[in-house]
Each structure stands twice: as structure tokens, then as C-alpha cells.
């Protein structure tokens, strides 16, 4: 099985986005250097990061970034007050970390979804709180992978003008040719959750929402640095593909194990990776375009 893509031509585009926007100072620095010196389109906001504030000024000063809503409802800060979603945090306040027992709670504890509700619920009102035009939606850690979460982020986000959402994807054969590495960890991504990707690329549709086809970087998180871009560019499928990094201009606490930030960052400017898009005739394209707006 394997999900209906959501473009029907051969042509190859690329969205180029940057993940935990608003997540430290060292990442809006350097969201806004890819995007005005190299071709990072879009950026993903948390927008209860300690620099959110930070990082809503720069996009609003960058009027050509598209920036969407990065849910975080594990592995973070909440919106709301710790007291009024107990069951979603732990003792200093925080969502857990935990993902697997959280992903089982989510599940089946009524009492926790009507917390997750208001929680997701409160990231999109903060979100239209900034003004900033809603590109796309996506969950960290890939979370909005489970079926509540995605039906609560497809549910809330109709009400604020949400037109496309991340399908977390990467496939096996082109991540593996490109790569040769983590071989179980591409064919985890690639093949054993392919069933569950294809279930949520058919709810996203559904709904009426744009998509991509592709995610390329969840098996090499904080890791697309530019040598690893231009294999993976020779090797992309035909359709609609997503990048997603992590730069940053220096480290910061929260960044992904083993991430090199400044690699990313590297990566998102280097002159043989636009190069090359041109010459493969490569498109760059965001969210909102492919929803048609």
C-alpha cells in the first residue's frame, strides 16, 4: 500500500522548510538568513517558544516566508496553564516527553482528549493571534502521525483557515539510494508505517486539504546537511517533496539529538544546491500553492 499522491503530473517540487521556529533566537536567526540569502521557503512556528515573539517580528518583516503551525502537544511547552491540562503534562509543567504512553492516553482517555482539544485548540488561536497567514499545520515529533491528534488539528484548524497540512512520509527506495544508512530506521519510515501514512494522507483529502507527497529528513533529523540535499535531489521522486531542517545559527537547548544546526543552515544557502535544482529543473513551491491561495 502507499499513499495516493496528492499531485498527478511528473514534475518534481520541493517545499524547503525549517522546523521550531520561535523555538530560540539562534533558530529565527537562521530561518531568516536561508530564506533572504538561499531558498528556504516556509517555516513551521511553535508558538509557545521562548522566542516566538522573535520569530513572528522577523516573518512579518519577510512578507515571501510562509509560516504554519508546528502543534506541539508532547516534548514542550503549553499554551495554557498547566493546571487546566494536568493529565498532558508532568511536574514542572511541561507536555511529556513520553510519546509512546502519551500517544496511548490520547487514545483512549476521553478526560485527556478533551485536554488535547483545548491545548490544540489554543496553539491555532495564538497562531491568528500573530496575524500571520496560516501556510500549513504539522505536529511535532511527527505526532499529528495519531489518528486523535490529526482528527483534532483537521477539526480545529477548518475554523482557522487551515488549507494543507504535513504528510510525515519519507519512501524507503529514494531515502535509501541516497543514503545507504540507517537502513532499518528508512525502512521503519518507509514501509512498516506506509499502512498508517496512507490512512492519514486519505483523512487530510478528505477534508479538503493540500498535502505533500514526500517528507525527506525525518530519518536524518537536524542532519540535511548539503551534501546529503544534493543526493537526495538526484534521486527524488516525481511529485510534491518536502525538506525539512532544523538550522540554527549556533546551538540551542532543545535541538535533536546529533543535529548539526549550522550544517542545515550551510545547506539552505550553499550555491551547488541551487545549482542544481535549476539545472534538474527542481521547483520550489509552499503549501499555500499547492491549496491553490
Known amino acids: 500500500m502507499r499513499p495516493v499522491r496528492c499531485s498527478a503530473d511528473s514534475a518534481r517540487r520541493v517545499i524547503f522548510t525549517a522546523d521550531d521556529f520561535g523555538a530560540a533566537l539562534s533558530v529565527n536567526e537562521a530561518v531568516e538568513l536561508a530564506h533572504r540569502s538561499g531558498i528556504l521557503s516556509t517555516a513551521s512556528l511553535i508558538v509557545g517558544g521562548p522566542a516566538a515573539s522573535d520569530a513572528v517580528a522577523r516573518a512579518k ?20 496553564d498547566p493546571s487546566e491540562i494536568p493529565d498532558l503534562v508532568d511536574r514542572e509543567g511541561r507536555l511529556s516527553g513520553r510519546l509512546l504512553p502519551a500517544g496511548f492516553s490520547y487514545a483512549v482517555r476521553p478526560r485527556v482528549q478533551r485536554q488535547l482539544r483545548a491545548e490544540i485548540e489554543a496553539q491555532f488561536a495564538a497562531f491568528a493571534g500573530t496575524g500571520l497567514r496560516l501556510d500549513h499545520a504539522n505536529g511535532h515529533n511527527h505526532l499529528h502521525v495519531h489518528p486523535v491528534v490529526l482528527g483534532l488539528i483537521l477539526e480545529t484548524g477548518r475554523r482557522y483557515g487551515l488549507r494543507a497540512v504535513r504528510i510525515p512520509y519519507e519512501p ?23 499502512p498508517i501514512v496512507a490512512a492519514m494522507h486519505a483523512r487530510v483529502r478528505r477534508a479538503g486539504l493540500a498535502c505533500n507527497d ?80
Not at 72 to 77: A, E, P
Not at 177 to 194: D, E, K, N, S
Not at 281 to 292: D, K, P, R, V, Y
Open 61 to 80: 518583516r519577510m512578507p515571501n516566508l510562509r509560516v504554519g503551525l508546528h502543534v506541539v502537544v508532547t516534548d514542550g511547552r503549553p499554551i495554557l
Open 172 to 194: 524507503f527506495g529514494p531515502s535509501w539510494r541516497a543514503t545507504r544508512t540507517a537502513w532499518a530506521a528508512r525502512v521503519g519510515y518507509g514501509i512498516a508505517l506506509r
Open 214 to 293: 514526500y517528507l525527506f529528513g525525518i530519518a536524518d533529523t537536524g542532519r540535511m546537511t548539503a551534501d546529503l540535499v544534493l543526493r537526495l535531489l538526484e534521486h527524488l521522486p516525481p511529485g510534491v517533496s518536502e525538506f525539512h531542517f532544523h538550522p540554527a545559527t549556533g546551538p540551542w537547548p532543545a535541538m535533536p539529538a546529533g543535529a548539526q544546526p549550522e550544517a542545515e543552515l550551510s545547506a539552505l544557502t550553499d550555491e551547488h544546491v541551487v545549482q542544481t535544482l535549476q539545472d534538474r529543473g527542481i521547483l520550489s513551491t509552499t503549501f499555500n500553492e499547492l491549496a491553490g491561495v
